[in-house]
C-alpha cells in the first residue's frame, strides 16, 4: 500500500508544475493542473490515480471488487480535498501550503486503504461493479471536460486569478 501512496503523491505534486513546465499544451491540461482552483488540485491526484491504476489493474484486475475500491478511492478523494480544504480555510480565511499538501497526502491515503480494504473484502457483486464502472466513467468524463470547460463556481474557480478552467493570455491586436 505504501508503494502506492508515495507514488500516487509524488506523480501528483508533479501535476501542479507539468502544465508550466510543458508551456501550456493543452494535452498536458487534461491532466495537470492548469491553475490554483481546488478542482485543479483534485485532478492532480485523480491524475496519479489513473496512471497508478495501471500497476494496480494488472495486480488487482481480476479481484471481484477492484472497481468498486477503485472508484470509492475516486470518490473519497474528491471529496476528502473538498471537506478539509473549505473546512479549515472557513478559519484560517486563507490557504496555508503545508496543510494543503497533508490534505492532499490524507486524501491519498485514504483513498489508498480504502481501496485495499474493499478489495479484500466479500464479493459484492456484479450489480455494484456495474454502477462502480459507470460512475468511474462518468468521473473520468467530468475531469476532462471539467478543465476546458468548468461550472462557474468557486470549486473551479482560481483564488488567484478569479478565472475558471485554462487561462488563455490574449495577444492584443492591432486594430
Not at 491519498?108 to 481501496?115: G, P, S, T
Not at 456484479?126 to 462518468?138: A, C, E, P
Not at 470549486?155 to 493570455?169: A, E, H, L, S
Amino acid at each position: 500500500m505504501w508503494y502506492s501512496i508515495i507514488f500516487i503523491f509524488c506523480i501528483g505534486s508533479l501535476f501542479h508544475f507539468l502544465y508550466e513546465i510543458s508551456g501550456h499544451n493543452k494535452i498536458v491540461a487534461l491532466f495537470a493542473a492548469v491553475n490554483e482552483s481546488t478542482w485543479e488540485h483534485i485532478k492532480m491526484a485523480l491524475s496519479s490515480m489513473f496512471i497508478w491504476s495501471l500497476h494496480d489493474g494488472y495486480m488487482y484486475g481480476d479481484y471481484s471488487n477492484y472497481f468498486i475500491g477503485k472508484t470509492l478511492s475516486l470518490i473519497i478523494v474528491i471529496a476528502f480535498i473538498i471537506a478539509v480544504f473549505y473546512t479549515y480555510t472557513t478559519f484560517t480565511k486563507k490557504p496555508v501550503l503545508f496543510v494543503d499538501i497533508l490534505t492532499f497526502f490524507g486524501a491519498i491515503y485514504l483513498a489508498q486503504k480504502v481501496f485495499y480494504l474493499i478489495i479484500g473484502a466479500n464479493p459484492l457483486g456484479f450489480t455494484y461493479q456495474y454502477i462502480s464502472v459507470v460512475i468511474l466513467f462518468i468521473i473520468f468524463g467530468s475531469y476532462m471536460v471539467l478543465t476546458l470547460l468548468p461550472l462557474k463556481n468557486f470549486i473551479f474557480q482560481d483564488p488567484i486569478t478569479k478565472k475558471y478552467g485554462i487561462i488563455r493570455n490574449k495577444k492584443k491586436s492591432n486594430n
